[in-house]
Nanobody, 123 residues
Framework: VQLQASGGGLVQAGGSLRLSCVAS????????MGWFRQAPGKEREFVAG????????YYAAAVKDRFTISRDNAKNTVYLQLNSLKPEDMARYYC?????????????????WGQGTLVTVSS
C-alpha cells in the first residue's frame, strides 16, 4: 500500500484544515488506519485512529474534541479534520496502516507511512 497525505498548510491559531490520505495498491478496508504527527526534534506521536469499518475511533487526549478522523473506503481515503488549531499542533502529519486486530496507539503497529503533510500554525 502506498499512502499520499495532503491538505496541510499555514493556518492561524483557531483555524481549521482538512487532511486527506489517499491509498493506492490495496483497498484500505483491510486495515485499521491511523494519523500520527511529528514535530521537529520530537518523536512521532499518535493523533487518531479508526477501525476498518469506521465504526470506532480513538483520539489522543491533546486533540480530542478538536480533531475528527473519518474514512471513505469506496474512495480508499482517510481524512482528518483539524479544528481550533493551536501552535502546539504544528507538525508533519502522517497516515499509516495497521494490520492488527485492535486499534493501537503505538507507532510500531503502523506502516506504509508515506511522506506526510506539513501543518504550520501561526500564533
Amino acid at each position: 500500500v502506498q499512502l499520499q497525505a495532503s491538505g496541510g498548510g499555514l493556518v492561524q491559531a483557531g483555524g481549521s484544515l482538512r487532511l486527506s490520505c489517499v491509498a493506492s495498491g490495496r483497498p484500505i478496508n483491510n486495515y485499521i488506519m491511523g494519523w500520527f504527527r511529528q514535530a521537529p526534534g520530537k518523536e512521532r506521536e499518535f493523533v487518531a485512529g479508526i477501525s476498518r469499518s469506521g465504526g470506532s475511533t480513538y483520539y489522543a487526549a491533546a486533540v480530542k474534541d478538536r480533531f475528527t478522523i473519518s474514512r471513505d473506503n469506496a474512495k480508499n481515503t482517510v481524512y482528518l479534520q483539524l479544528n481550533s488549531l493551536k501552535p502546539e499542533d504544528m507538525a508533519r502529519y502522517y497516515c499509516g496502516t495497521s494490520s492488527d486486530s485492535v486499534l493501537r496507539v503505538i507507532t510500531t503497529s503502523y506502516t506504509n507511512w508515506g511522506q506526510g503533510t506539513l501543518v504550520t500554525v501561526s500564533s
